[in-house]
């Protein structure tokens, strides 16, 4: 098992764990195209979307969860902080450390990024994620996350 950087050819697997991961909180994923727009978000420079795949290290390349993230300015304190918008691994995988390493490699990846912070939302429904968060000593904001 190796957690790494996604590549183009995990997006048909990408997709999918996408679609599983919205469909755990309750939401659905169409296609419009967004394999197209997800080539160009992670791989055209520079990268407006970073992304991190578990591959179980078979030959094909066996998919079992994944992590994204981008660059965020914060206005009150004028820097630069990392977005984590997804996690998600299958429920199999969970509770085995993978989710502790990959929060490691999201802080090494804010260091290198010169970003002191990494911020991210939850449903408030999903107390798995807010104990898991917990355990990492990560502290809840009080605020409601809102779409136009």
């Not at 055209?44 to 078979?58: I, M, N, Q, S, T």
């Not at 994620?129 to 605020?143: D, I, M, P, V």
Request: charged fraction near 25%; proline fraction near 5%; include cysteine.
């Amino acid at each position: 098992m190796k957690i790494r950087p996604i590549v183009p050819a995990d997006i048909p697997q990408f997709f999918e764990l996408c679609r599983e991961h919205a469909a755990f909180e309750g939401a659905a994923i169409t296609g419009n195209d967004q394999e197209t727009r997800w080539k160009s978000i992670f791989f055209e420079a520079p990268p407006r979307l970073f992304g991190w795949v578990c591959d179980k290290g078979g030959s094909n390349n066996d998919l079992f969860g994944y992590m994204t993230a981008s660059i965020e300015m914060a206005t009150w304190t004028a820097s630069p902080h990392v977005f984590l918008d997804c996690l998600y691994l299958r429920s199999d995988m969970r509770r085995c450390g993978i989710g502790k390493t990959m929060m490691r490699i999201l802080s090494d990846f804010a260091i290198e990024q010169g970003c002191e912070e990494i911020h991210w939302h939850s449903l408030p429904s999903n107390r798995e994620a807010a104990n898991f968060y917990r355990s990492l000593g990560a502290s809840q904001e009080h605020k409601l996350r809102w779409k136009l």
